[in-house]
């Protein structure tokens, strides 16, 4: 196959075409490296390469698949990036930060000790803002991440080299990490899958709040497929992750064989009924998602429960989360560190206990209100993000149709708002603007229905598919 082909095939078919011996592991790497040699110096998605364990990893997998009745794992040869924040044992790990630039781990984190297990291969390190806080991936170690559809814009974040990643073809899956969005917002903003689990499904460790049920990490991928097999070998219980529970991880490939939506009861709201603005034209494409699930057999209507709730939780909320996680490294290291960070370790600090008090009462309320409103629909379907990309040079929005916002994190309210309800959600692209940007549809299931997601998700994908959509940064 050409190396561009190979690049772009995704991860359930290289798992046919290396048993069939029609291409091996050790092409597919070399092919994906060509590829980051091309366009990542222009893209800065990948900022450390594991170039030489790459090709030694492919090198052995392609050897075991010529021995007779050796097994193989579900990800056998597949390269996979994760995200800077993720530990990698004898490859370097700053979290986007100049405290830890030249750090190396001595362990995994359980999520790659899944994904080795499963035979994928650690390609490299993707660019995440610092510590992962915000939207929008630069960072004062490796500086901004473009977006593949337009370089002059954001790829969104904080998993945004990851989505970057893949839109280009440098490997088919991706592993990234979600508090308000991270997943999210990059495979919308890059044309690509991220799906945000229920907390606990994918145990994540380490981590320094293991109780904490807002930061999930995940699997994104190009295709529903992809993202289903790589959650089916990361999910499942593990004691270092206290949140973590039991699941039936072979239900997820499973959904997206043969996926139908007859029947379902689809809600559709462009903006979290007015929780904050939603540029007209984004929510023009996203609503024509619509018309794709009626044409499935799917009930939609327009509707949507309160979340009116939502800024304060996240002021608390994150607040809490931002002092705990960094408040230590003010002291030492604040002029070095990104504004928005410090703006929101300095604000949890302000956070008097009746205030972080009040903002898990209100997500308690809000919880009850959408658990009432999802019992008469299987799904809630919505914009991914409020805005197309932006400027990479600019931190953040601040206005959005000519409304001020209040801080760094509201434009992505949108994403942080079904966070906080701690509902599988997964982000999948649903058409483009005028000018040719993505814009991505989040689709919204019940409690601990991820299976139900994907299978919504896949039937979508088949209906309008977007597999064959290349960046031009790739085709020029």
């Known amino acids: 196959m050409p190396n561009r082909d190979l690049c772009f095939t995704p991860a359930t078919l ?8 029609k291409t091996s592991p050790l092409e597919v790497m070399q092919a994906v490296l060509a590829r980051v040699d091309a366009v990542n110096p222009g893209l800065n998605a990948i900022v450390t390469l594991a170039r030489e364990s790459a090709l030694k990893e492919a090198k052995a997998a392609t050897a075991k698949l010529k021995k007779k009745g050796g097994k193989l794992g579900p990800l056998h040869g597949v390269p996979v990036t994760l995200k800077d924040l993720t ?13 830890f630039e030249h750090h190396v781990p001595t362990e995994d984190s359980l999520i790659v000790e899944r994904l080795k297990a499963a035979g994928a291969i650690i390609l490299g390190k993707t660019n995440t803002p610092e510590f992962g806080a915000g939207g929008n991936t630069f960072n004062a170690v490796f500086g901004p991440t473009r977006n593949p559809w337009n370089p002059a814009l954001t790829c969104g974040g904080s998993s945004g080299g990851a989505g ?15 508090t308000g969005g991270s997943l999210r917002t990059p495979a919308a903003f890059c044309g690509v ?6 907390p606990g499904l994918v145990p994540y460790y380490p981590k ?19 993202t289903a097999l790589m959650l089916s070998v990361v999910a499942g219980p593990d004691d270092r992750s206290p949140i973590s529970y039991g699941v039936d991880a072979a239900a997820f490939p499973r959904a997206v064989k043969s996926p139908s939506i007859k029947g379902w009861r689809v809600a559709w709201t462009p903006d979290l009924n007015g929780l904050i603005p939603v540029d007209a034209e984004v929510a023009q494409v996203a609503e024509a998602a619509t018309r794709v699930f009626r044409s499935l057999g799917a009930k939609v209507e327009s509707a949507c429960c309160d979340f009116g709730e939502v800024n304060d939780i996240v002021l608390g909320t994150r607040g809490l989360a931002m002092v705990a996680n960094h408040a230590d ?39 009850h209100r959408v658990r009432a409103f999802m019992e008469t629909r299987e799904l809630l379907i919505l914009p991914t993000v409020a805005v197309p990309p932006f400027p990479v040079e600019q931190p953040y929005p601040t206005e959005i ?44 299931g019940r409690r601990r229905q991820e299976a139900m997601v994907l299978r919504a998700a896949a039937a979508f994908e088949a209906a309008a598919p977007w597999a064959d959509k290349i960046p031009p940064v790739v085709t020029a």
């Open 14 to 21: 290289l798992q046919r075409l290396y048993r069939a011996r």
């Open 87 to 99: 530990q990698t044992k004898g490859i370097r790990t700053t979290w986007g930060s100049k405290i």
């Open 164 to 178: 970057v990643a893949l839109a280009t073809g440098m490997g088919p899956i991706a592993q990234g990490s979600d």
């Open 193 to 198: 899958v991220g799906l945000r689990t229920s």
């Open 208 to 226: 320094a709040l293991g109780w904490d049920s807002i930061g999930v990490t995940g699997p994104m991928a190009r295709t529903v497929a992809d």
């Open 329 to 367: 490294k003010l002291p030492q290291w604040k002029e070095q560190m990104q504004k928005g960070l410090v703006w929101n370790v300095e604000q949890g600090l302000t956070l008097s206990p009746e205030e972080i008090g009040r903002a898990e009462v209100l997500r308690t309320t809000l919880w």
């Open 401 to 444: 149709n000519g409304k001020p916002l209040a801080n760094y994190t509201q434009w992505f309210f949108l994403t942080y708002g079904i966070t906080v309800t701690g509902l599988p959600v997964i982000s999948v692209p649903c058409g483009f603007t005028r000018s040719g940007l993505p814009v991505g549809l989040q689709i919204v």
